[in-house]
Every structure is written in C-alpha cells, then in structure tokens.
C-alpha cells in the first residue's frame, strides 16, 4: 500500500492511508487476530460471513432484475462545524 505525501502535508497522506486500510479490512483482521479464536468460532464466523455474502449477492440481483426497488439513500449528517453561516454585513454604526 502505499501514500504520496504533497507539500509536506503529513496529516491528509494519514487519513487517506487510513480510509485505505479500512477499504482493505486491515483493522477488522487485526482486530480479529488479537486474541486466539477457537476453530469452532471460527466456523461459525466464517459461516455466518457467507450467509451475509450471499444475502448481499442476492438483494444486489433481486435490485437489478427489479424484484425489490432500490431503498432510498440517507442523507448524509453535516457536522455543526462544516455547515456555513450565512454570510452577514456589518454596517458601521456613528453612534456618539
């Protein structure tokens, strides 16, 4: 895997290597390879995978043959912090 630093900018080259290794399933394996897993939890995990696998295949199907209509997409939440005030004109008062 690898990230291009531009213009010294260390902190963005850190997030898009981390959205990189969450797309991949780096952080769900180390977090599964924390702790010794039984071989009958890991059937049951592998198994339960494949269920939700194969549920996914055949909604994406039924979508495309157009068996079920599409759920409508949620709207995604802004943050406080990202949404723009409108912007205002101060006038200057003469006040004395």
Do not use: H
């Amino acid at each position: 895997m690898q990230v291009i630093v531009r213009e010294n900018n260390v902190d963005q080259a850190l997030r898009v290597l981390k959205k990189k290794m969450q797309r991949e399933g780096v952080f769900r394996e180390m977090k599964r390879r924390r702790s010794y897993e039984k071989p009958s939890e890991k059937k049951t995990r592998e198994k339960s995978d494949a269920i939700r696998r194969a549920r996914k295949l055949a909604r994406k199907q039924a979508i495309r043959e157009g068996l079920i209509v599409v759920p409508p997409k949620r709207e995604r939440v802004v943050s406080k912090r990202m949404q723009t005030l409108p912007a205002t004109t101060a006038q200057p008062t003469n006040e004395v």
